[in-house]
């Protein structure tokens, strides 16, 4: 078993997870200003990236636009992978490769703890990704733990680019907020990535 082929059924039973549903999970949260350069990529890239309809364009033109725009935020002291194996726990299906992963390290060439953001890319519905988001929030967890950094929480994101829903994973706690967030309220999207990295650097 992989990330992949978790069912939400199978990842809440197979770690004891409880869900915690919310609409507005994120509403007081402060938005963040975009830049005039990622503003000027979304203009340019999100027409395109939709009319390609490729999870590779809405990964490439749009999501990874987005995550970069929060290292430059906290001046590339966090590192971001993009399709990296993140093999924890085989024996759990803890293994696989992650769309995106944001740590509190600055190393870019392999992955250090304190993992604290997953991003799964989709082309469909943002509940096909939901399992799969989670299975990797617990292996974040588990690698954090391995290596000594227990942060609080650690933060997920299911997107298709122009649409974002959030969760948030402490201990066995997984707080999934209803709301989505869409491309046009990309202060809203920034302020909530950005503050999953803020909380874990105090």
Known sequence: MAYSDFKLTEVIDS????IDEASGLFANVPAQECSDLLTTILRENVDLAVAISSEKARSEMIISP?????????????????????????QRGLNGFCD??????????????????????KNENLRSGLAQCIAEMIAAQVFNEKSGNTIKAIYGAVTIGTI???????????SIDLSEYYIKDIKR??????????????
């Open 66 to 90: 987005i995550l970069l725009e929060i290292r430059r935020k906290f001046n590339y002291e966090i590192s971001l992978f993009s399709g990296v194996d993140f093999t924890v726990d085989t």
């Open 164 to 174: 974002w829903q959030f969760m948030k994973l402490e201990g066995k706690v997984v």
């Open 100 to 121: 995106f992963i944001l740590s509190l390290s600055p190393e870019q060439l392999i992955v250090r703890s304190p993992v604290v953001v997953l991003v799964e890319s």
């Open 15 to 18: 770690f004891g997870l409880i």
């Open 189 to 202: 999207i920034l302020g909530i990535l950005y503050s999953a990295i803020a909380q874990n650097k105090l």
